[in-house]
């Protein structure tokens, strides 16, 4: 594992100088009620009213993530098989949370939505497993000339010797300026568990610090809430691999469902739909209209989970899965106060898949 590296003062001041004249993400302090302010100013409340149901978007899986002027939020849980990989856009600003196992499906994915040459502004790695951060690689591909701006990640010690590539390659653009590297431990480098990073478009993203005391890959993800412009019109929650132990930590000791509040339009599966990624008590606390899953075809985990889809169906939640549906896209629109829409790239919703089966964990029984 490369050492730690923390960006200078000058460098932070820098970055936040170069946040200003772009215009792109601004990390603010997180975690107070109340209004947004501007770069560095508090998230809002984190509650929504009840929003308009979801409209059909013919259009929501077309186009490309490149246009500075499109206010729409769009989010893009793209096909990367088994894996997880989010891209979000919004007025220009690129999110990507994790990057998949296979940094050259990652890599088309990007290049067919016109991102080639392009600046990721912020990257969030959100726990150290392959399927998740490998595929970030082609990022740091020099042939891709690819800017990335800000990197979070936790930093845990790893065996992976793609991970420590990986970091190797994170450390060389920090050394020459071009990228600031956070630790979610501490996302915002000083000492709140929040770090909300407003887009171009007036869409804010939340950075939660994992639980500090977990042990495993999975526990320690990290928690990501997106919250559009309009807080009453999208909202959706990801925490990577999150399991029972950090579905409880997130609820009891973090208090994410106070601050930065967890009521969510679009909840992304724990775990690739894993039985142990989606509980009733993260039902309870997100309160979905939709979820959607990403995983691949033909996997060996029995995913979607037998249990899962059943929780899911006695509540009346349907569901996308990128193994059946591709890449699934939602887009909230900016200024015409439509509803948000949810559109995957073919089939229909809360498919069952011929991998499909019931867990045998202990904690998965009594579902």
Excluded at 75 to 104: C, E, F, H, I, Y
Excluded at 186 to 203: E, Q, S, W, Y
Excluded at 254 to 268: E, F, W
Aim: aromatic content about 4%; some cysteine; glycine content about 12%.
């Amino acid at each position: 594992m490369p050492p730690r590296v923390a960006a200078p003062a000058f460098f932070r001041l820098v970055a936040l100088s170069l946040l200003a004249s772009w215009g792109a993400a601004a990390c603010g302090r997180g975690g107070e009620r109340g209004t947004a302010g501007g770069a560095w100013g508090g998230p809002p409340a984190g509650e929504r009213t009840t929003p308009p149901a979801p409209r059909p978007h013919p259009a929501a899986a077309r186009g490309t993530a490149t246009s500075p002027d499109d206010s729409a939020l769009v989010v893009r849980v793209l096909d990367v098989g088994q894996g997880d990989a989010t891209l979000v856009t919004d007025g220009g600003s690129r999110v990507l949370v994790d990057g998949g196992a296979d940094p050259r499906r990652l890599g088309v994915l990007l290049d067919s939505l016109g991102l080639r040459g392009e600046t990721i502004d912020v990257v969030v790695v959100t726990h150290a497993h392959l399927d998740h951060y490998r595929g970030l690689q082609t990022l740091f591909d020099s042939r891709r000339a690819t800017r990335v701006r800000f990197v979070f990640e936790n930093r845990d010690v790893s065996p992976n010797v793609t991970l420590a590539e990986l970091r190797d390659s994170i450390a060389a653009r920090v050394r020459r300026g071009e990228t600031v590297w956070r630790d979610t431990d501490d996302p915002c480098g000083d000492g709140r568990p929040v770090c909300t990073v407003t887009l171009r478009g007036g869409a804010r993203l939340h950075v939660l610090r994992p639980d500090p005391r977990a042990r495993t890959p999975n526990e320690r993800s990290t928690p990501v809430k997106l919250v559009a412009a309009d807080s009453t019109r999208f909202a959706m929650w990801l925490a990577g691999d999150a399991e029972r132990g950090a579905i409880g930590w997130i609820d009891r000791g973090a208090d994410y469902d106070r601050r930065p509040g967890m009521d969510v339009h679009v909840l992304k599966a724990g775990h690739h739909g894993s039985c142990d990624g989606t509980t009733s008590r993260l039902l309870d606390l997100v309160s979905p209209q939709w979820v959607v899953v990403s995983l691949g075809a033909d996997n060996d985990y029995g995913h979607v989970h037998a249990q899962t889809k059943r929780l899911l169906r006695a509540r009346g939640i349907p569901w996308y899965r990128t193994d059946l549906n591709g890449t699934i896209t939602i887009r909230a629109p900016g200024a015409d106060g439509a509803p948000y829409a949810i559109e995957p790239q073919r089939g229909a919703p809360s498919l069952d898949g011929p991998t499909d089966r019931r867990s045998g964990q202990a904690e998965c029984r009594r579902m």
